[in-house]
Every structure is written in structure tokens, then in C-alpha cells.
């Protein structure tokens, strides 16, 4: 296994690399993790400390809608890689890097309804730092392999798996299943997805740990 350039172990140092990526041409740093292992709660720090400059663009958008997906026959695999539209996710991601004195509007995932709302995020010509999470952004299978190619640095969070795994069944819970059910999917699909994206792990530049 090749050994990623760099180990973070604090949030502090976690900024302090994104910021020596701000100046000159906007970059896009992809923040990767298994399902439940903090990708939005850290992308939500460090916009919080890197301001204005910085914006998050989500893979979850992406998410085909529950209708498509029950016309396939996928809906009991919702977060699987090939339940999202991932060459529409690099085409964004391709007017992020290509298009960067434009308005760049991309959809947004709502957890309450379970779907995407279009155009709902921006991307401002004067973001100078994309921060882009998701589970499949170094996966090169169901279209996602033109991902890579546009992140500038990628960084993979490292957790827990039983924290991970139980942080999943409070969020699935909270969102409307049933105990029973959210630790049958956490456990289920959601870790048959883990799975996959633990793949991915060697491939990153940067290894973040906080736990």
C-alpha cells in the first residue's frame, strides 16, 4: 500500500492545510470517508473557519431521485455507486475548475424528504476553495472515474467503525426509521457501501484522523 504524503491528527492542522491551499487558481479538495464518518460535520468546520472564500459542494446532490431509482430497481440500494448520477457530479465539478468567474449553481440533498433539490447551492466566482465530500470520489467503476483527476488534493477521514456505524442509526433514526430499521440499513447497505469506499483509501494524499 503506498503511503499517503501526509497524517493530520487535529482539526488545527486540517485547516491549516486547506488554507495553504487558498491563492491563485481555485482548487477543490475532496474529502472522502466511509458512510457516518463526518464528512459534512468537518466540512462544516472548516468553512466556519476558512470563510467566505470557501465553499462545500456535495456529492449527495447527485443522488438519483427516489423515482428513478425505484424504476431501476435500486431503491433498497440508495447510496450504492451506481444510485447517483456521477457524470453529471464530474461535470460540475469539471465548470468548478474550468468556469470560476461564473455563477455555479449544483443541486443539494435534503435528508427531511430523502431528495435533491435543484440549484439550491452556489459557487461564486469568489470562492477560491471548493471543498467537495462524498463517499465515491476515488472510485474509478460506475462512472465515478473521472473524479479524481479534478481534486487537487484528497483527503480520507478515518474513524471508529463502531462509532461510525452507531452515528449512522441516530441519523437514520432521526430521519424517520424505525430503530429496528435504521440499525438493519446502517448495518446493511450502508456497510456494504464501506465497504467500497475502504477500497479507495490508498489512493488519497492525506489521511485525517480526529478520534
Do not use: C
Not at 466511509?34 to 472548516?46: D, N
Not at 443539494?108 to 471548493?130: C, H, N, Y
Not at 465530500?133 to 467503525?161: A, C, P, Q, R, T
Amino acid at each position: 500500500m503506498a503511503s499517503p504524503l501526509i497524517s493530520l491528527t487535529s482539526l488545527e492542522e486540517v485547516v491549516a492545510r486547506a488554507k495553504s491551499l487558498m491563492g491563485g487558481e481555485r482548487k477543490i479538495i475532496g474529502l472522502i470517508g466511509k458512510p457516518g464518518a463526518g464528512k459534512s460535520t468537518l466540512s462544516a468546520q472548516l468553512i466556519q473557519q476558512l470563510g467566505d472564500q470557501a465553499a462545500i459542494l456535495n456529492m449527495d446532490g447527485y443522488h438519483l431521485s427516489n423515482l428513478a431509482l425505484r424504476e431501476l430497481g435500486r431503491s433498497d440500494r440508495k447510496g450504492a455507486p451506481d444510485t447517483f448520477d456521477a457524470l453529471g457530479f464530474t461535470e460540475i465539478l469539471k465548470r468548478v475548475k474550468q468556469d470560476a468567474d461564473q455563477d455555479i449553481y449544483f443541486p443539494v440533498f435534503d435528508r427531511a424528504i430523502e431528495e435533491s433539490i435543484a440549484a439550491q447551492g452556489v459557487i461564486t466566482p469568489s470562492v477560491k476553495l471548493v471543498i467537495t465530500e462524498g463517499n465515491y470520489l476515488l472510485h474509478n467503476e460506475n462512472n465515478w472515474g473521472g473524479v479524481k483527476n479534478l481534486l487537487d488534493e484528497s483527503w480520507f477521514i478515518e474513524v471508529d467503525d463502531n462509532l461510525r456505524i452507531e452515528r449512522l442509526v441516530n441519523r437514520h433514526h432521526k430521519f424517520g426509521k424505525s430503530k429496528a430499521d435504521a440499525h438493519s440499513w446502517a448495518t446493511g447497505s450502508d456497510e456494504n457501501n464501506a465497504k467500497v469506499v475502504a477500497q479507495t483509501r490508498e489512493l488519497a494524499d492525506v489521511i485525517i484522523n480526529l478520534s
